[in-house]
């Protein structure tokens, strides 16, 4: 059998890899939270800049690794961790735009149902619908470590879009949910685990307002979020 040699996008080893997966957009995202949380720290990957790192937490091996922004670029990251590194855990943690105006700068989101016009689940595996939905069990952990770590949170609908920019407005084109925050992944992680029988979830802390204009800074956004990122490493050792 031929030696495994990694992926186009991934040059990890077998093994290089925890079985649980956390997963910001931002690379230099991965590689704070890698070097500030992590234990015995090792960067697996470094291909087109998509940091992989892999260290202990509380004992426990993790690994961080950057998904890049948009659906088909945690497809594409997503996909080769489950199909061929064998991980079984993906939590992807990342910023989103409130669409409420009663949601605050920095309040976390846990995503029980995501919604996207997207046409990645059909196109990729034949699915159909609408809505792709987190796997319950991680979000259980997800939602008890919150508890327990006294970190409030709100749940429920998110939009998960194609598009940064667009005329796209609320009021232009209502969609048939109620829905918090907008991002830009999670429906495409949500259809790979379904596809290929592992579990994922997402959890989101709310970086800018659509309907308050108001917005962090972009060093906020790479460094910043620690309430998020407690609440989705004490529940990775879970797992």
């Known amino acids: 059998m031929a030696e495994f040699k990694g992926t186009p996008h991934n040059r990890a080893k077998l093994g290089d890899i925890a079985k649980t997966v956390l997963m910001p957009g931002d690379p230099l995202r991965a590689k704070f939270v890698a070097e500030t949380f992590l234990e015995d720290v090792k960067c697996f990957n470094t291909v087109r800049g998509m940091l992989g790192f892999t260290g202990k937490y509380k004992g426990k091996e993790l690994s961080i690794m950057a998904h890049g922004m948009g659906i088909p670029s945690i497809g594409i990251y997503s996909y080769e961790l489950y199909n061929f590194y064998g991980v079984e855990n993906i939590i992807r943690f990342g910023t989103a735009g409130a669409f409420k105006p009663e949601m605050d700068l920095f309040d976390i989101v846990l995503v029980e149902h995501s919604y996207s016009k997207s046409t990645y689940a059909r196109e990729a595996f034949g699915y159909t619908e609408d809505v792709m939905d987190p796997s319950p069990e991680l979000n259980d952990v997800l939602a008890a470590t919150a ?16 598009n940064f920019y667009s005329d796209f407005s609320i009021e232009r084109e209502p969609a048939p949910y109620d829905l918090l925050c907008a991002e830009m992944e999670s429906f495409g992680l949500f259809a790979n685990a379904r596809y290929l029988g592992k579990k994922a979830a997402c959890i989101l802390t709310i970086s800018d307002s659509i309907v308050n204009k108001v917005e962090t800074t972009a060093e906020q956004r790479q460094t910043g979020f620690v309430e998020m990122m407690e609440v989705a490493l004490n529940a990775a050792i879970k797992l």
């Open 147 to 162: 508890e327990e770590l006294g970190k409030k949170y709100w749940k429920g609908y998110i939009s998960s879009a194609d």
